[in-house]
């Protein structure tokens, strides 16, 4: 009967967080008058694909779907060449003021992003960098967070294997490209998948930096055509969204099974 109650309770918690997309997912086929109908509607009586070709054709979401491209991918790039070294070096390394460096990492994860973004722009205002790429990726190159996760894995990595690659000749580069990366692939997927949903879903930094439709990420594009259209083709503003989504479910469903075994393995190790 436990077993009956968990699959009860999961099947409920799935429903829940479930909802919303189909909502949205069957109101992007949806004419108008039947959004707006009394009750719950999930099934189109007329579905109409018409909706996805008007949100094309009237928003430039190939062009906000590639400025989320860049921006993401190259976050999470320059994250995970910033991370990899520096949690290595809290993790394996002594050197002088490494606690109090730390602490100072952990500090920065209780610092909001609002908080933030005021010196972030006046510092990018005065290098004449806003409503560019850089402004909306520079910012986020660092993240405490990944520091953290990348101390925790290195930390637990044995140390008579870094001895033996130092017996072998590695220097600290080859030891952690060659040794170190293999092993910590579930953690470098699991913080990927975090980086990318995270900075794809950002709707408040690209309102603050860019000043045209054409730099929008995906979200903020959403809400200038939400805008732009007056909010009265639900139909289409769904379509769209069904459509700026889509790259990240593709994204999770590639990088998933990377991502169950980070958690999977931090949750023996802990």
Same mark, same amino acid.
């Given at each position: 009967?436990?077993?009956?109650?968990?699959?009860?309770?999961?099947?409920?918690?799935?429903? #829940?967080?479930?909802?919303?997309?189909?909502?949205?997912?069957?109101?992007?086929?949806?004419?108008?008058?039947?959004?707006?109908?009394?009750?719950?509607?999930?099934?189109?009586?007329?579905?109409?694909?018409?909706?996805?070709?008007?949100?094309?054709?009237?928003?430039?979401?190939?062009?906000?779907?590639?400025?989320?491209?860049?921006?993401?991918?190259?976050?999470? #790039?320059?994250?995970?060449?910033?991370?990899?070294?520096?949690?290595?070096?809290?993790?394996?390394?002594?050197?002088?003021?490494?606690?109090?460096?730390?602490?100072?990492?952990? $500090?920065?994860?209780?610092?909001? $992003?609002?908080?933030?973004?005021?010196?972030?722009?006046?510092?990018?205002?005065?290098?004449?960098?806003? =409503?560019?790429?850089?402004?909306?990726?520079?910012?986020?190159?660092?993240?405490?967070?990944?520091?953290?996760?990348?101390?925790?894995?290195?930390?637990?990595?044995?140390?008579?294997?870094?001895?033996?690659?130092?017996?072998?000749?590695?220097?600290?580069?080859?030891?952690?490209?060659?040794?170190?990366?293999?092993?910590?692939?579930?953690?470098?997927?699991?913080?990927?998948?975090?980086? #990318?949903?995270?900075?794809?879903?950002?709707?408040?930094?690209?309102?603050?930096?860019?000043?045209?439709?054409?730099?929008?990420?995906?979200?903020?594009?959403?809400?200038?055509?939400?805008?732009?259209?007056?909010?009265? =083709?639900?139909?289409?503003?769904?379509?769209?969204?069904?459509?700026?989504?889509?790259?990240?479910?593709?994204?999770?469903?590639?990088?998933?099974?990377?991502?169950?075994?980070?958690?999977?393995?931090?949750?023996?190790?802990?």
């Amino acid at each position: 009967m436990s077993k009956v109650w968990a699959w009860l309770f999961l099947l409920v918690a799935a429903a #829940v967080t479930m909802f919303p997309f189909l909502w949205m997912l069957s109101a992007s086929v949806m004419q108008p008058n039947e959004i707006f109908r009394p009750g719950v509607n999930l099934v189109s009586q007329e579905p109409t694909f018409s909706n996805y070709a008007t949100a094309l054709t009237k928003a430039p979401l190939v062009r906000f779907l590639g400025n989320g491209v860049i921006v993401t991918v190259a976050i999470a #790039v320059l994250q995970l060449a910033v991370i990899v070294p520096a949690g290595y070096a809290f993790a394996r390394l002594r050197f002088r003021g490494q606690r109090f460096l730390f602490l100072l990492v952990l $500090a920065a994860l209780a610092v909001p $992003a609002y908080v933030r973004a005021i010196p972030n722009f006046l510092a990018l205002s005065s290098w004449g960098l806003i =409503n560019t790429y850089p402004a909306l990726i520079l910012p986020f190159i660092g993240s405490a967070f990944g520091i953290f996760l990348m101390r925790q894995f290195f930390r637990q990595l044995p140390g008579e294997l870094i001895d033996a690659a130092k017996l072998d000749g590695c220097n600290t580069g080859q030891l952690i490209w060659h040794v170190l990366l293999p092993l910590t692939r579930p953690a470098l997927a699991a913080f990927a998948v975090f980086s #990318v949903v995270s900075h794809w879903n950002d709707f408040f930094w690209p309102l603050v930096v860019v000043r045209t439709s054409r730099m929008y990420t995906p979200p903020a594009g959403i809400a200038f055509f939400a805008s732009a259209d007056g909010g009265e =083709n639900w139909g289409v503003i769904m379509a769209a969204g069904v459509i700026v989504i889509t790259p990240l479910v593709l994204f999770f469903l590639v990088a998933r099974r990377q991502f169950v075994a980070s958690l999977a393995q931090s949750a023996v190790k802990g």
